[in-house]
């Protein structure tokens, strides 16, 4: 299990770096000019030069890279070229804020994902199964950021139950004040999601459930419990890989849902500093949300090791 753990390590690195490549070219494509943000409008050429020079600006770009790399292994993000403050004092709060929205985000997924896929493998025919693969389908079709504005619509504007914009009301920040300010975030980030999840237990209990030692398990009169628990777990390495991309997307999507709803995560500081062409931050932040899937996928990869002994000798 060890030596299975470091391979997977190792083969973080060249993803790693792949990461780094991409995120600090994206930026450098992208119409606009960092050094606007930091000079007058009636600002002289040379002044201009000046800045872009102290910023390194003037440099071959993978001089730029190689100097921006060094400063990211070290730990040191740079510093945000508006607000003039670390930047990972700017995204490291709003982290934890992402994190809570897309860990239970994917606990409801996983619950109801599973719940309903089960279900729907053990009674295909029925009405409730059919209408679950609808509501599906309809999931996994609907954009995250127009499934917020209706939850806001119906919720908030027109019945007045959940609370619309934030993470915590004015003079709040109890439990009970940010599970309100959390539901409508979480409602319309699982629903794709939980779509995608539901088809793939379905298919895969199905799957498992036409299998010879099923049928001899029945007839040698084993309850369905233990039946039930016997198939979870030969599905559950395949469940659990969807789940780990799936996790991906929740981190990756959490740009538009935290802007819709002006959740304080790491979507909605990217989205702000874009505009503003605050390149440190944009960056840093999708480095951050970058590294995060990545080390998802190890804890899953790990899980599916445990799991499942075979994996091992990959």
Do not use: C
Not at 284 to 307: C, E, R
């Amino acid at each position: 299990m060890g030596s299975f753990i470091w391979k997977r390590l190792l083969l973080m690195i060249p993803t790693l770096l792949g990461v780094t490549i991409v995120v600090f070219l994206m930026l450098k494509i992208v119409p606009g000019d960092p050094v606007n943000a930091l000079v007058p409008t009636d600002a002289t050429e040379a002044e201009r030069e000046a800045v872009r020079a102290r910023l390194g600006l003037d440099q071959p770009i993978f001089v730029q890279y190689a100097n921006w790399l060094a400063r990211v292994v070290r730990g040191d993000l740079g510093d945000s070229l508006v607000r003039r403050l670390p930047v990972a004092d700017l995204l490291l709060p709003a982290l934890q804020n992402t994190l809570l929205l897309a860990i239970t985000a994917a606990i409801v997924s996983f619950a109801v994902a599973l719940a309903v896929g089960v279900y729907s493998a053990y009674y295909p025919k029925s009405s409730l199964a059919a209408t679950f693969n609808a509501l599906s389908l309809a999931g996994i079709g609907l954009p995250n950021f127009w499934v917020a504005l209706i939850l806001i619509g119906v919720f908030s504007v027109a019945l007045g139950w959940l609370p619309s914009a934030g993470m915590k009301s004015a003079g709040g920040g109890s439990f009970a004040d940010i599970i309100r300010h959390l539901i409508l975030p979480v409602a319309a980030t699982v629903l794709s999601t939980v779509g995608v999840m539901t088809r793939m237990v379905r298919s895969t209990v199905s799957g498992i459930l036409q299998q010879d030692h099923i049928f001899v398990l029945r007839a040698k009169g084993i309850s369905p419990t233990k039946v039930l628990l016997h198939v979870l777990r030969n599905g559950m390495p395949t469940i659990l890989n969807v789940a780990g991309l799936q996790f991906g997307y929740l981190l990756g999507g959490s740009v538009l849902v935290e802007t819709v709803f002006s959740w304080p995560g790491v979507g909605q500081v990217i989205y702000q500093t874009i505009g503003q062409r605050d390149f440190p931050v944009v960056q840093a932040g999708v480095l951050i949300i970058a590294i995060a899937f990545v080390g998802i996928n190890l804890i899953v990869d790990a899980a599916h090791a445990a799991l499942d002994p075979r994996v091992r000798r990959v």
